[in-house]
């Protein structure tokens, strides 16, 4: 009864308009007062406990730093070398376009981030060479998919928290499938360039390519020193972001001279607005994950999947159809704070590792950043093309196929993500 009315409540509550921050934490609460012992002093020690949590310091400390990069003209940098990169190729400028996804991913931890800083510059500059507008917006949106996989990772840390694994792990586990993801779209836009006769770049020589590669440097820098620090032992995630951040604020402010000293604190504002945001999300799905966890939810689940007999291809096949509806409609951090307590157990229970499991749970999350009605990889794509939402719905949903089965691969090898941190020993 208690399961029925909490879920029934939240879905009551997002579907006349309640955001959904507002909706889980007025869900968990009301379900507190209603049907538990617990006094309603617990919510706000629950919600107190939420900004104790160390790893989740991560959060506000990558967004700080991708907010400099942005601002700073690190992503027209990184869009520079990889056009010198790959420019040449058919179709070079969207291949371009997805290798700076990549680069940028791995700084700034954010899937929107990444797609707004990459997709204002690149996407008017494939418009400029002769490419459809449909088409390198549609490119972006998928590609800045990437800002979740490949590490640093925002939803990452959210779920290491939520299921108190390693960060480290974690990211580690999300290089091969970020790389490989990137490889795959980047052979599938050779192919369509070639079907399309796009047009490519001339090939730069090697003096623009060291030119270019230079100017990149210290953004590519920080991807050494933020994975490097992590795997050396120098630094924990946490203060890998803490590092993060202050880099990047030195190199925009004294390297590339981008930024001046009067705009730091509208960055300082702008990237405090999305720590509150998510924060005030992720503080109320721990609320209602409480909730789920003091009415002993997941394990009476548990034992109802064991009692079933599902073999774990038929739990994962699962998995991936709830959390494909649920990204259509709910926002990352709180679809993995919801449903990773109640899946971790049962992983664990049927032998599936931990750290395989929240690499599915965020390639299903990359997907549902560009699934409507929520997808908001697809407002931000709008937002910076200025195109239809519906337009850029069509432009991106082609190549929604191959990252569904790109899912499958990682659903079904784990070996994809796992070979990396075993092979390394990370802990």
């Given at each position: 009864?208690?399961?029925?009315?909490?879920?029934?409540?939240?879905?009551?509550?997002?579907?006349?308009?309640?955001?959904?921050?507002?909706?889980?934490?007025?869900?968990?609460?009301?379900?507190?007062?209603?049907?538990?012992?617990?006094?309603?002093?617990?919510?706000?020690?629950?919600?107190?406990?939420?900004?104790?949590?160390?790893?989740?310091?991560?959060?506000?400390?990558?967004?700080?730093?991708?907010?400099?990069?942005?601002?700073?003209?690190?992503?027209?940098?990184?869009?520079?070398?990889?056009?010198?990169?790959?420019?040449?190729?058919?179709?070079?400028?969207?291949?371009?376009?997805?290798?700076?996804?990549?680069?940028?991913?791995?700084?700034?931890?954010?899937?929107?981030?990444?797609?707004?800083?990459v997709g204002s510059i690149a996407i008017a500059g494939m418009v400029r060479s002769g490419y459809p507008q449909a088409f390198g917006a549609g490119i972006v949106c998928n590609?800045?998919?990437?800002?979740?996989?490949?590490?640093?990772?925002?939803?990452?840390?959210?779920?290491?928290?939520?299921?108190?694994?390693?960060?480290?792990?974690?990211?580690?586990?999300?290089?091969?499938?970020?790389?490989?993801?990137?490889?795959?779209?980047?052979?599938?836009?050779?192919?369509?360039?070639?079907?399309?006769?796009?047009?490519?770049?001339?090939?730069?020589?090697?003096?623009?390519?060291?030119?270019?590669?230079?100017?990149?440097?210290?953004?590519?820098?920080?991807?050494?020193?933020?994975?490097?620090?992590?795997?050396?032992?120098?630094?924990?995630?946490?203060?890998?972001?803490?590092?993060?951040?202050?880099?990047?604020?030195?190199?925009?402010?004294?390297?590339?001279?981008?930024?001046?000293?009067?705009?730091?604190?509208?960055?300082?504002?702008?990237?405090?607005?999305?720590?509150?945001?998510?924060?005030?999300?992720?503080?109320?799905?721990?609320?209602?994950?409480?909730?789920?966890?003091?009415?002993?939810?997941?394990?009476?689940?548990?034992?109802?999947?064991?009692?079933?007999?599902?073999?774990?291809?038929?739990?994962?096949?699962?998995?991936?159809?709830?959390?494909?509806?649920?990204?259509?409609?709910?926002?990352?951090?709180?679809?993995?704070?919801?449903?990773?307590?109640?899946?971790?157990?049962?992983a664990m229970q049927l032998g599936i590792d931990p750290i395989h499991l929240g690499i599915i749970m965020v390639v299903n999350m990359e997907i549902g950043l560009i699934t409507?009605?929520?997808?908001?990889?697809?407002?931000?794509?709008?937002?910076?093309?200025?195109?239809?939402?519906?337009?850029v719905i069509r432009a991106a949903m082609p190549w929604l196929m191959l990252l569904l089965s790109f899912l499958m691969i990682i659903t079904y090898i784990p070996a994809v993500?796992?070979?990396?941190?075993?092979?390394?020993?990370?802990?």
């Amino acid at each position: 009864m208690t399961v029925l009315f909490l879920f029934l409540l939240l879905f009551l509550l997002m579907f006349i308009g309640v955001p959904i921050a507002a909706s889980l934490g007025l869900a968990g609460s009301i379900t507190i007062m209603l049907f538990s012992p617990d006094s309603v002093r617990s919510l706000a020690i629950k919600l107190f406990e939420t900004s104790e949590h160390y790893t989740l310091l991560a959060i506000p400390f990558f967004l700080l730093s991708g907010a400099f990069m942005t601002t700073g003209g690190v992503a027209r940098r990184l869009i520079d070398f990889a056009n010198a990169c790959v420019g040449h190729i058919r179709g070079g400028l969207a291949i371009g376009a997805v290798l700076a996804c990549m680069l940028f991913a791995a700084l700034s931890g954010s899937s929107p981030a990444t797609v707004a800083a990459v997709g204002s510059i690149a996407i008017a500059g494939m418009v400029r060479s002769g490419y459809p507008q449909a088409f390198g917006a549609g490119i972006v949106c998928n590609a800045g998919t990437l800002g979740i996989l490949i590490p640093p990772s925002i939803v990452m840390v959210v779920y290491a928290a939520a299921t108190e694994q390693s960060v480290g792990k974690l990211f580690m586990a999300g290089v091969i499938p970020g790389i490989m993801l990137g490889v795959v779209l980047m052979v599938a836009i050779y192919i369509v360039a070639r079907i399309k006769k796009l047009p490519a770049l001339p090939r730069a020589s090697f003096r623009e390519w060291l030119r270019a590669a230079r100017e990149a440097f210290w953004g590519l820098l920080l991807m050494v020193i933020i994975l490097g620090g992590i795997y050396t032992g120098m630094f924990t995630p946490t203060e890998a972001a803490a590092v993060a951040a202050v880099y990047a604020g030195f190199v925009a402010l004294f390297v590339y001279k981008d930024l001046k000293i009067r705009e730091c604190p509208k960055v300082l504002l702008e990237s405090g607005k999305l720590t509150i945001m998510l924060m005030f999300i992720i503080a109320n799905a721990m609320l209602f994950a409480h909730v789920l966890t003091t009415e002993q939810i997941p394990q009476t689940i548990t034992a109802w999947v064991v009692d079933l007999g599902l073999q774990p291809w038929q739990f994962l096949l699962v998995v991936n159809i709830v959390l494909l509806i649920a990204g259509a409609f709910m926002e990352p951090s709180a679809i993995i704070l919801i449903l990773a307590p109640i899946l971790f157990p049962i992983a664990m229970q049927l032998g599936i590792d931990p750290i395989h499991l929240g690499i599915i749970m965020v390639v299903n999350m990359e997907i549902g950043l560009i699934t409507p009605p929520v997808g908001l990889n697809l407002f931000v794509t709008s937002a910076v093309t200025g195109m239809p939402l519906t337009a850029v719905i069509r432009a991106a949903m082609p190549w929604l196929m191959l990252l569904l089965s790109f899912l499958m691969i990682i659903t079904y090898i784990p070996a994809v993500s796992m070979a990396l941190p075993n092979w390394l020993g990370v802990s």
